[in-house]
């Protein structure tokens, strides 16, 4: 049995512990913002936040979040209001094919949440994530201008 908090409302569910949590937030919470990318956490396409903390969901089995809080892209709007990252995303238009782009918000998110004022080399440290279509300008861009809004 898997309890945890996903987007301020608690979960219980009857999956195997080492299901990766990945696929438990899709298949049985019905969350579909978080992607699949790659299965082994280098790519970020399923980053969500733990307790606070940016993580890759792919790798993660269930049971390491036993009573944790987990955030996906579906829970950071409060209210149908945008957080100050998704609206730099779309003023900046970071999206291409817009499949890494919920694992990059997560990321960026947890770095705003650590480092208010990032530089560089801070989100160079803490978005590893890869986009395809090679946004990172519009990312940098995006980053700074979130972090001044």
């Known amino acids: 049995?898997?309890?945890?908090?996903v987007n301020g409302k608690p979960v219980q569910l009857d999956v195997e512990p080492g299901t990766p949590l990945l696929w438990v937030l899709r298949e049985q919470v019905g969350l579909t913002g978080t992607k699949y990318g790659c299965g082994v956490a280098q790519c970020g396409a399923c980053t969500v936040h733990i307790d606070g903390q940016a993580a890759r969901s792919c790798a993660m089995p269930v049971s390491a979040v036993e009573g944790k809080r987990i955030t996906t892209i579906e829970g950071l709007a409060q209210g149908g209001k945008l957080t100050k990252v998704q609206q730099a995303w779309l003023d900046h238009d970071v999206p291409q094919c817009g499949y890494?782009?919920?694992g990059m918000i997560m990321a960026v998110s947890a770095l705003l949440q650590e480092k208010p004022k990032p530089t560089d080399a801070d989100i160079n440290a803490a978005v590893t994530n890869i986009c395809r279509c090679g946004?990172?300008?519009?990312?940098?861009?995006?980053?700074h201008a979130a972090a001044k809004a």
Do not use: K, L, S
């Open 100 to 102: 890494c782009q919920a």
């Open 1 to 5: 049995m898997a309890r945890f908090v």
């Open 135 to 143: 946004t990172f300008q519009q990312v940098r861009e995006a980053i």
